[in-house]
């Protein structure tokens, strides 16, 4: 593990730039589109960017997730892929950077996040517990209830105020979390769920303290602290910026000592990672573990493979390796801020401060005339898309879905779009157009109708459901 925090070239002389610490080798063509081939696919995609086909979409800012460029480095890993059913040498190979990285003890590989989330599940909640976390995330909630688990939001209020400037609003609020401890009993809490950086707030850090203080008030009642690490090394370069004695901290050391506070994590190998497919879940504590260890077979496939070819795993150790790398993160959020500063600079509304993976466009002050239940995040993904081909992804009410028990929307605070933008896909002349469609489509905000749902499916109907214009 390197503990150098390694700057990029300007950033060493203390100038703006960001620039990548790689250069391109390959690339792959893109396709223009004509508006009028726009209208026809976002149409047949009934105004869901999940529905529309690739080849139909110019700047896929969908999500981070699965969409990476691997370097060749993990090109290279793929052939040495050991495709035995049993005790792949990939695996170890896997288990070791999770363990030597992350600093957890037992490792099972599983095919991306969500097969994680429901093994922790399946094995760490029992009916009708409940389960705090700082925000809900889509799978993760339904895992969660899925068990038979009510999810409880316990995050700061700041979370749910797009212009709040606090520079921790992924912290668990700690008031909270006691009160629902004092009101259930301990006993009833199956853990606390902490993920870092909280994706549905924007991108939100967690700070070292907030998680060092969680840590203390679970130990004391005796419950698990279980991280979502998905995104856990970009949490760290906020540590690292903005939390007083990590400056001259390693993304790589902030990232371990940030789950020596807690017990376990789940992982989506396919966003800080960098790899196309895989994650895992990891604890300390064995007899949960052999329980996991049992079900992985049933779900996934053996406990040496979890549903991943071996050259996936192998690709995965040397992601592991490179997300931890301080330039490269460095780069990665800088590409993000330089998108960022561009909208800032036009007045566009957005989540600030901005997070790492991606901007969330604050559709509810986009377009004041639409009620929430007229869809006003999925209007201006739609609206973007027809611009200029730019598929963004709804994360409002759609993505919020129902409530388990009154069949009721969920309505949040939040009514947001995101770009989302891919580790080491697109370069800064991608952004500037990104930047200059948003603005177009801002401009002609008081034209914009809304949307009528038609079709929803019952499980994270943001996925699939359908739209027509109203
Ligand atoms: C914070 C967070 N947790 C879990 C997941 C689920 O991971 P996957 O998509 O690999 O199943 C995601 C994916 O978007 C995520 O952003």
Redesign the pocket.
């Known amino acids: 593990m390197t503990d150098t925090v390694h700057k990029t070239m300007g950033q060493q002389s203390g100038r703006r730039s960001w620039a990548e610490p790689w250069k391109i080798k390959m690339v792959e063509p893109l396709t223009m589109t004509r508006r009028e081939d726009r209208e026809r696919a976002l149409t047949e995609a009934g105004y869901n960017t999940f529905l529309l086909r690739s080849d139909d979409v110019y700047i896929d800012l969908l999500?981070d997730?699965g969409t990476s460029a691997m370097s060749d480095r993990q090109w290279a890993g793929l052939m040495l892929g050991d495709e035995a059913y049993a005790g792949s040498r990939n695996f170890y190979r896997l288990e070791q950077a999770v363990q030597s990285w992350y600093g957890y003890q037992y490792v099972v590989p599983t095919h991306?996040?969500?097969g994680a989330?429901h093994l922790i599940s399946q094995t760490a909640i029992r009916k009708g517990q409940y389960v705090p976390g700082n925000m809900y995330?889509t799978?993760?909630r339904l895992h969660q209830e899925l068990a038979g688990g009510i999810f409880v939001d316990v995050i700061v209020d700041a979370a749910h105020d797009p212009s709040d400037l606090s520079p921790f609003k992924g912290d668990v609020d700690l008031a909270k979390l006691e009160q629902l401890i004092r009101e259930q009993g301990a006993d009833n809490i199956a853990y606390v769920s902490l993920?870092a950086t909280v994706?549905m707030a924007g991108g939100q850090p967690v700070s070292m303290a907030n998680v060092k203080a969680l840590h203390e008030l679970c130990r004391r009642h005796g419950i698990k602290l279980f991280l979502?690490a998905?995104?856990l090394v970009e949490n760290a370069f906020f540590i690292q910026e903005r939390e007083a004695g990590y400056q001259d901290k390693s993304i790589a050391a902030i990232s371990r000592e940030f789950c020596s506070y807690t017990d376990g994590a789940w992982m989506?190998a396919?966003?800080d990672s960098l790899v196309n497919i895989g994650?895992w879940l990891a604890l300390n504590d064995w007899p949960l573990f052999e329980e996991v260890r049992n079900l992985v077979v049933v779900y996934e496939g053996l406990h040496t493979y979890g549903g991943l070819a071996g050259r996936d795993m192998e690709a995965m150790a040397i992601g592991i390796e490179e997300s931890m790398q301080d330039d490269h993160v460095r780069s990665r959020i800088g590409q993000v801020r330089y998108l960022a500063q561009l909208l800032e600079d036009w007045g566009i509304p957005m989540v600030m401060p901005v997070g790492g993976h991606a901007i969330f466009l604050d559709a509810r002050r986009f377009y004041p005339q639409l009620a929430q239940g007229e869809f006003p995040a999925q209007t201006l993904a739609a609206e973007l898309y027809l611009d200029s081909g730019i598929r963004s992804m709804e994360r409002g009410v759609v993505s919020a879905g129902r409530d388990a028990s009154t069949g009721d929307h969920h309505y949040p605070k939040l009514e947001l779009t995101r770009l989302t933008i891919p580790r080491r896909v697109y370069t800064q002349a991608h952004m500037d157009v990104v930047a200059e469609s948003v603005k177009a489509v801002f401009d002609a905000r008081a034209a914009a109708r809304g949307l009528k749902m038609v079709y929803e499916p019952k499980y994270l109907r943001f996925f699939q459901a359908r739209f027509e214009p109203l």
């Open positions: 999500t997730s991306q996040g969500r989330e995330f799978t993760t993920a994706n979502d998905t995104r989506s396919k966003k994650g």
